[in-house]
């Protein structure tokens, strides 16, 4: 069966046909996203990077700057990101980067063109694992989301708060030192696991796709193998970039 492929992007998903094209400075010649300084970001608009994310099936858009907090939070430990996608973040950290892949099966893909986006462009070093097999197997210090799904109830599914077959991130938690999350306010909303002990910032080097009007951010959750220096060190590395919202175990 023929994959169908994405008809032309417009205003069914709000993007704007007529923004800026960010491809030729955004992506390298292997057609793979760029880590880019985020003053590349700032230069450029909602509707664009909106555009840019849908056309190219990218959801956040690492930084120089947030490599460099991410690297100073692990400390050298050990480390994996999960949900890796195009696996540009895990390789400019120098860690392993794992996805279930799910976007490669035929009807996910049939879906996605139809309604005019583009499936993930898996990184060709992402292993084929999911976020919560992947702790287990690897088992890291540290582990990285971003822009992951939750597992969700039937109610917190129908709202739009998770999925079936997403992270279950409570369990994550149990098996690491640190979970740090990156993500979107509105988007991210609905995780069970804000009412637990955190540090949040917003800084500006954290950008993704959104068009909502929410802050991006950078969170940090204290896991079940933490000691109380594991969980100070993280949150003073956040309290650098301006954290304004925070609860303390």
């Excluded at 992007?9 to 880590?35: C, E, H, I, M, T």
């Excluded at 509105?186 to 802050?215: C, D, F, M, Q």
Aim: charged share 20%; glycine share 10%; proline share 6%.
């Amino acid at each position: 069966m023929k994959t169908p492929q994405p008809r032309s992007l417009g205003p069914y998903y709000g993007v704007d046909p007529n923004a800026r094209d960010l491809s030729p400075q955004a992506l390298n010649p292997a057609g793979r996203l760029k880590v880019l300084p985020t003053a590349f970001w700032a230069g450029t608009t909602p509707a664009e990077r909106f555009r840019f994310g849908v056309r190219h099936g990218l959801y956040s858009f690492p930084t120089v700057e947030l490599v460099a907090q991410l690297k100073q939070i692990i400390d050298g430990r050990t480390a994996i990101e999960i949900g890796a996608g195009h696996g540009q973040l895990a390789h400019a950290l120098g860690i392993i980067g794992t996805d279930s892949k799910e976007q490669e099966a035929t009807g996910i893909k049939v879906a996605y063109a139809l309604q005019g986006q583009q499936t993930v462009k898996y990184g060709p070093s992402v292993v084929k694992m999911d976020g919560n097999s992947a702790v287990r197997h690897f088992k890291p210090q540290v582990v990285i989301a971003c822009w992951v799904t939750q597992d969700a109830t039937a109610d917190e599914w129908e709202y739009g708060l998770g999925k079936g077959n997403g992270i279950d991130e409570a369990d994550i938690l149990t098996q690491c030192e640190t979970y740090i999350f990156i993500g979107n306010e509105e988007v991210h909303k609905g995780k069970r696991i804000w009412s637990l002990p955190h540090t949040i910032a917003y800084p500006e080097y954290v950008v993704s796709r959104a068009v909502n009007g929410s802050r991006d951010f950078l969170a940090v959750w204290p896991g079940g193998r933490a000691t109380v220096t594991d969980w100070t060190r993280d949150a003073l590395a956040l309290k650098e970039n301006d954290s304004d919202r925070s609860t303390a175990a």
